[in-house]
């Protein structure tokens, strides 16, 4: 049992060895065993993106619980992102606190406003629900911006960590380390149970009901989960990552961007968010640097959005998907008796 | 804080302010409404759209200006609308046609198509215009200002209540008095019994969505007066047309109309009586519709289109 | 002439098999009656007819020619009429509109009022009034006047008594046998009265497929036959 998940499991525990591995001298200087100036390798941004890429993963992750496993599609889910990114940079910047009780802030913040916003929208169907998500994240958005005397308005909130977190190093591995134990954390969850009673929803609401569920209590406790996950991303984005806290966060914007991941990465799969994160970080780091080459570059959202449309027309189920049901149907035709 | 005394002729003047907004909000917010009663499609590049029609407009009248004082003619202001218009038309018919149609059968990728959309038109705008703010000057015969109450009262926003006014009669007119009409208020509550009629609903879909493009495109080169072109219009227009066709009820002409007006004059009045409101209150208006009252302030019984 | 034929009709809804292989022939002229206990599938069988829904398998012809897998829009346009079982008629629009919407040409409601009055004298009566404010068996009528608007060969009506006052059923009976020398009629009915009034030729379905078929008159007298297929509905209710 064990080793049959193991297998299923190497292409994810090659990738991870492999994260692991790379940056191991800098991790060593960092932390005074070898000499620090002996080691110039990753560069610096490596680690940097790489961990923006990790914080950005696990908001896809958590976007996934919704529009995967449970069939919700929400606009507002970077409301929770920033709702996590305040808690910490207030607690610290403006209450003098330990990033520890910032980080409990988060949580508690992030699951209130789930479970509000949930148990209010999540009584709407398709469209309205999409609206009215769109609708508690702009409110969220415009506190963000009038209440500066708390949140730095329209600047936003830079928050001073403490050294061992300034450490582009140590940031590096407690991502990793975070979207790992998110990664499989969610996934213990879709696998539960409980996730296939949200399975079923996404299925057939109807029949969910039918058969005895509370559909809307279910689909409330998915929303509160996805949150504090977002949430906790949110204090990932404020300590090891921009560090920083700014309004446009519970935008559209953003919540997009987390859909585009989701989706090219194969909505359902867990990995496709991992890998459509990774890939559109990646591209948004190096298409602006392209500007020498073609002032086209300057606009690389532009191929962002390309790329959206493309995977929606012509690959809905996302690279990992696709390549899923590719293998699925190969092994059909080989081993189909007949 | 302290307020200005609210007098008459203030009052007035504010309400007719909201009335001209109003106009504009009719304008952009029509066509999403009618596309979404009709085709249950709910199209996020709305606001877009209307942007796009902006600043083809703009471009337009740059081309029978004076680049050195970006005076123009006055019927360049009407060249501007009309080139704005042919711009949405065309776009919509576009997306329709080659986008939205292979999708209708799968809502959630709807969804994200037009919400991807939002990227492509966006970046393309920046990409041939520019991220700079660009103002558009209101034309001879549009521009001054005329006495209300002892109150001045800007010439544009007269012509901007007469052409909504216009506009407004145009579509209650197509939707209640032609067949095209009959066909989208019936389509409206049931598309497939209208097929077994023998009419091609999917036609009259391509139609409804230009044409609603086209309208938002008006919507946003009439805007541009006030607020100049820039690339947030696209956000801006489309949580506006939100709110606007949330309190009006989806599918319906008349609520749309009756919810733009109401959207213009609160957003005249709010920062009277609740400066500390202004900026949230519509948002939280349509929040508060959407859990009271989901099918819209004005409908009587449920969709309805009229 | 044989104006309708299916041939191994097969339908699926989603993921459901709903019609495994219907076969059915409809002759020009008079009404053919489709029994069936509830959830046979009568009107996925409609549905497959007028391109609501599309065949999997088989065939669907009408005159000779092969209708199955068209939008519904250009099969009607072939000459069908249909009058769904929740009767379609459209709340928001008078019932002048909902009539003009089945218009063709230009001027065939005009043409065709005098007949439509003479057979529901009551639609005159709320020609200009909204749909949603008619009874349920004005509705019906209304719904089935605009099958007859524009010159349908065919009329496809899915239960027109559900619901209705046994007056308006006789109603709805006398206007079927009346329109028998206009245009051909499959009428799905789960009122045996109805069915028996108006039929002259019948088809059972049972569980998506087709297993009897004959003369109206034989199956009236085949009591064994209606109990085992139409259940209830074979009681024969009088009106
Ligand atoms: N949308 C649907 N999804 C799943 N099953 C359906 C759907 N519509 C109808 N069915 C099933 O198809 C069968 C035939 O339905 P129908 O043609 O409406 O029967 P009838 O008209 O003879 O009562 C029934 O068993 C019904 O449950
Ligand atoms: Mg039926």
């Known amino acids: ?95 003098g606190l330990s990033p520890v009780v910032g ?191 073609s002032p086209l570059f300057a606009r690389w959202q532009l191929f962002l959005g390309l790329i959206y449309v493309g995977t929606v027309m012509f690959l809905p189920d996302g690279i990992v998907g696709s390549y899923r049901t590719r293998v699925k149907t190969a092994f059909q035709r080989i081993f189909t008796p007949g | 804080m302290e307020t200005p005394h609210l007098t008459f002729p203030l009052l007035v003047t504010l309400l007719l302010n909201g009335v001209a907004i109003g106009m504009l909000y009719f304008l952009v917010a029509v066509g999403l409404s009618v596309i979404f009663g009709l085709m249950h499609v709910l199209n996020f590049a709305h606001g877009s759209m209307s942007m796009v029609g902006a600043y083809v407009g703009l471009a337009v009248f740059r081309l029978f200006g004076d680049p050195a004082t970006g005076t123009a003619p006055t019927w360049a202001f009407a060249l501007a609308i009309l080139g704005g218009a042919m711009a949405g038309f065309v776009l919509g018919w576009v997306t329709e046609r080659f986008l939205i149609r292979p999708l209708y059968k799968r809502p959630i990728f709807l969804i994200l198509l037009t919400l991807g959309l939002i990227l492509v038109l966006d970046e393309t705008v920046k990409l041939i215009w520019g991220t700079s703010p660009q103002g558009l000057v209101i034309v001879p015969g549009l521009s001054g200002t005329v006495d209300v109450l002892g109150q001045p009262f800007a010439v544009y926003r007269i012509f901007l209540i007469s052409f909504g006014l216009l506009m407004i009669g145009l579509t209650w007119y197509v939707v209640n008095k032609t067949r095209i009409g009959i066909i989208i208020r019936a389509g409206v509550q049931d598309s ?56 009006g009820g989806f599918g319906s002409t008349t609520g749309t109309a009756l919810g733009a007006i109401c959207l213009g004059l609160t957003e005249q009045f709010l920062p009277w009586f609740f400066p500390r409101f202004a900026a949230v209150g519509p948002v939280v208006l349509m929040a508060v519709v959407l859990l009271v009252r989901p099918e819209g302030l004005f409908s009587v019984s449920g969709r309805r289109a009229g | ?101 089945a218009e063709r040409r230009k001027g065939q409601l005009a043409a065709r009022k005098a007949m439509l009055l003479e057979l529901f004298p009551d639609l005159g009566r709320f020609w200009h009034q909204k749909g949603g404010r008619l009874s349920g068996g004005q509705q019906q009528m209304l719904a089935v006047s605009r099958a007859l608007v524009p010159e349908n060969k065919l009329l496809l009506i899915d239960e027109p008594s559900k619901g209705l006052a046994p007056i308006v059923v006789e109603q709805l009976a006398h206007a079927f046998n009346q329109l028998k020398s206009y245009t051909t009629i499959v009428l799905v009915e789960q009122n045996f009265w109805l069915a028996s009034a108006t039929g002259d030729r019948y088809y059972i379905l049972d569980d998506g497929l087709t297993v009897h078929s004959g003369n109206m008159p034989d199956l009236i007298r085949d009591t064994e036959l209606q109990a085992r297929y139409l259940g209830v509905a074979a009681k024969g209710r009088a009106v």
């Open chain 1, 1 to 95: 049992m064990m080793l049959k998940r193991i297998k299923a499991d190497r292409w994810i525990i090659a990738v991870l060895l492999l994260l692991l591995l790379l940056p191991l001298p800098k991790l060593l200087a960092a932390n005074g065993l070898i000499a620090a100036d002996a080691v110039n390798w990753p560069p610096i941004h490596y680690l940097k993106r790489s961990t923006d890429v990790f914080v950005w993963a696990v908001v896809a992750v958590s976007y996934d619980i919704l529009i995967g496993f449970t069939g919700i599609v929400s606009f507002g889910h970077s409301l929770f992102v920033a709702v996590g990114a305040y808690s910490v940079a207030i607690a610290v910047m403006k209450l």
């Open chain 2, 192 to 247: 497939d019994m209208v097929q077994t009629l023998g009419i091609n609903v999917r036609q009259i879909f391509t139609l409804v969505f230009a044409f609603g493009a086209a309208l938002a495109a008006m919507g946003g080169i009439a805007t541009t007066p006030f607020t100049g072109v820039h690339p947030a219009m696209s956000g801006d227009f489309l949580l506006k047309t939100f709110i606007v066709v949330v309190i």
């Open chain 1, 103 to 293: 980080v409990l802030a988060a949580v508690i913040a992030s699951a209130l406003i789930s479970v509000v916003v949930g148990s209010l929208s999540l009584r709407l169907k398709g469209h309205y629900f999409a609206m009215i998500t769109l609708a508690f994240a702009e409110v969220g958005h415009v506190l963000a911006l009038k209440l500066s005397q708390w949140t730095g308005g329209e600047d936003g909130l830079s928050v001073r960590v403490p050294l061992w977190l300034a450490n582009r190093t140590n940031d590096y591995y407690l991502g990793l380390l975070f979207l790992a134990v998110i990664f499989f954390t969610v996934r213990r969850i879709t696998e539960s149970p409980t996730g296939r009673v949200l399975a079923a929803i996404r299925e057939n609401e109807h029949r969910a009901q039918a058969l005895g569920y509370d559909v809307t209590a279910y689909k409330v406790g998915a929303m509160t989960i996805s949150g504090v996950i977002a949430g906790l991303a949110g204090v990932a984005m404020a300590t090891i990552d921009t560090q920083f806290a700014i309004a446009s966060l519970a935008t559209s914007g953003p919540t997009i961007e987390v859909l585009l991941m989701t989706v090219v990465g194969g909505v359902g799969t867990l990995t496709g968010p991992v890998l459509g994160a990774a890939m559109i970080r990646l591209l948004s780091f190096a298409l602006p640097g392209l500007q020498d080459i």
């Open chain 3, 1 to 101: 002439m044989t104006l309708l034929q299916l041939a191994g009709v097969h339908t699926y809804i989603g993921q459901f098999h709903i019609l495994q292989g219907v076969d059915m022939q409809v002759e020009q002229g008079g009404v053919t009656v489709l029994l069936g206990r509830n959830g046979a599938g009568k009107t996925t069988t409609l549905k497959s007819i007028i391109g609501l829904l599309a065949p999997a398998r088989g065939r669907v012809t009408l005159a000779g020619q092969a209708i199955n897998g068209r939008p519904a829009y250009e099969v009607a346009q072939q000459g069908i009429g249909y009058v769904p079982e929740d009767r379609g008629v459209f709340v928001d629009l008078t019932v002048a509109e909902n009539l003009l919407l």
